[in-house]
């Protein structure tokens, strides 16, 4: 059985120019646009911003 397109997993690259992601999941349905979250980046020890990448 095929993984159901509406909750596609996405990557989330830091802004901190570290090059380090996170893989989750999003739901298009109630975001449609590029996902923006406020996560722990470890190469530079602190929170960041992390965008959605394709």
Same mark, same amino acid.
């Given at each position: 059985?095929?993984?159901?397109?509406?909750?596609?997993?996405?990557?989330?690259?830091? &802004?901190? @120019? &570290? @090059? !380090? &992601? !996170? %893989? &989750?999941?999003?739901?298009?349905? /109630? /975001?449609?646009?590029?996902? %923006?979250?406020?996560? !722990?980046?470890?190469? %530079?020890?602190?929170? %960041?911003?992390?965008?959605?990448?394709?």
């Amino acid at each position: 059985m095929a993984r159901n397109e509406l909750r596609p997993p996405v990557k989330l690259r830091s &802004t901190a @120019g &570290t @090059g !380090y &992601t !996170y %893989v &989750t999941r999003k739901n298009r349905r /109630t /975001t449609p646009n590029r996902l %923006v979250l406020r996560k !722990y980046d470890p190469v %530079v020890r602190r929170h %960041v911003d992390f965008r959605e990448e394709r």
